[in-house]
């Protein structure tokens, strides 16, 4: 059976709805007049400490039967996906194309994380991406790791390019448009009044309320703040270093995939978050299972493969010449002084230098001499002369550790006549 992948430009930061040359002009200098509001913001600060003191009191106070857990396990995992998929991968990155009954389930499944609104959630961390790491990043990582953990919702919102981010799609979303009206209600229903009255129906309502209802949303936002932060601190970068963003396997099992963050900000159109096979990426693969046995997914979006090998590659070269620069190469040929061959010659002549000559190099093996496998005398014999015939076969096929050895004794360059040029 075909599947149908769509291949698209991966530059998710393109600036090609942005026709309004004034609106960039207004959003310049909104930023230069203020760049960031340092006013608290207390409502939203007073409900995330009020539902972690109540989780705490709950886990010191009362310890639920094993149904309860279970419980609780289950709409943590409801909760995550609902981020993973409908709110990062969907409605984020639109990585994939998602018919309308999957998009109800989906926005109902990202209300139970507490974490605001499709639209809210979306813009943001569009935002996010567009300018990583900067000041106009929501939860830049440069600010320290409190801030992109969660010091960032204690603080009231103020995003001067926050216009230039395209809600276009959201808006003509009937999903978004009534999960965003309809909010508050809707998350507290399903992630506090639900879980309350499924503890009730298994006989155990205060524990549905509190591990299924308090404790399990600050799981879900521990685990999402964690990509903020973590994700940005620790781990590898197998795909880019331009940015913060790393890969953290112990992030992927906590966040259903979500860890291998490098990759998703090099490439995040791409549906998948663990690009190799073997990558921990629970949200990809129920997302390919959907699209491969149901009609609620029609197409998804890969990064082309010669582009990730690219990456890939581009990020080894980096790594090379990281270890490059931890070894000492010798003098770099420009900086050396230049003599004639005359000179040369001369040196070892009249002072008695223990030169040798090889390519255009003069060689101070006077350090070297008695070292050398073939013997000082091989070495004394060219003192003053020409070796790079006897180097390179005459006497003996130099391997390749002792030719780049050589560069570790040249004292200056032989002065090319013009007709060698």
Not at 244 to 266: D, F, V
Request: overall charge positive; hydrophobic content about 40%.
């Amino acid at each position: 059976m075909s599947v149908p992948v769509k291949k698209t430009d991966m530059n998710e930061t393109s600036n090609d709805f942005i026709d309004d040359v004034q609106k960039q002009k207004y959003v310049n200098k909104q930023s230069s007049q203020k760049k960031e509001n340092e006013e608290a913001w207390w409502i939203n600060g007073a409900f995330v400490i009020v539902v972690h003191t109540i989780s705490l009191i709950a886990l010191l106070t009362y310890i639920p039967p094993f149904k309860t857990w279970a419980m609780m396990i289950f709409f943590c995992q409801l909760g995550m996906l609902g981020i993973t998929i409908g709110y990062h991968r969907l409605w984020s990155h639109r990585s994939f194309e998602a018919r309308f009954p999957l998009r109800i389930v989906l926005g109902f499944m990202g209300t139970l994380g507490f974490q605001g609104s499709i639209k809210w959630w979306v813009l943001r961390h569009r935002l996010h991406h567009r300018w990583t790491d900067s000041e106009h990043d929501p939860y830049s990582a440069a600010k320290g790791f409190w801030f992109s953990h969660m010091g960032w919702i204690f603080k009231k919102p103020y995003y001067p390019r926050m216009k230039l981010i395209d809600s276009s799609d959201l808006n003509e979303d009937p999903v978004v448009k009534f999960q965003h009206k309809n909010y508050v209600f809707l998350s507290l229903s399903s992630g506090l009044l639900l879980p309350t009255l499924i503890g009730a129906f298994m006989g155990d309502t205060i524990g549905g309320l509190l591990y299924g209802g308090f404790l399990s949303r600050v799981i879900i936002w521990h685990s999402t703040f964690c990509i903020n932060s973590f994700a940005h601190w620790a781990g590898d970068q197998l795909y880019s270093n331009e940015v913060s963003a790393r890969g953290n396997l112990l992030l992927a099992l906590l966040t259903n995939g979500e860890g291998y963050h490098n990759y998703h900000h090099e490439f995040p159109k791409d549906f998948r978050n663990g690009y190799r096979l073997f990558d921990w990426d629970p949200t990809k693969w129920i997302i390919y299972v959907i699209h491969i046995f149901t009609n609620q997914i029609p197409s998804l979006i890969r990064a082309p493969e010669n582009e990730v090998r690219k990456a890939m590659l581009n990020m080894e070269l980096v790594k090379v010449q990281q270890n490059r620069e931890q070894c000492n190469w010798g003098i770099d040929p420009i900086n050396l002084p230049v003599m004639t061959y005359e000179q040369y010659k001369e040196k070892q002549y009249h002072e008695g230098k223990e030169w040798v000559l090889v390519d255009e190099f003069v060689l101070d093996v006077s350090k070297f001499k008695d070292d050398h496998p073939g013997g000082a005398k091989v070495l004394k014999n060219y003192y003053g002369k020409d070796s790079t015939k006897a180097f390179y076969g005459g006497l003996n096929n130099h391997t390749k550790a002792a030719k780049t050895m050589t560069a570790m004794y040249r004292v200056a360059r032989i002065e090319k006549k013009e007709n060698e040029e």
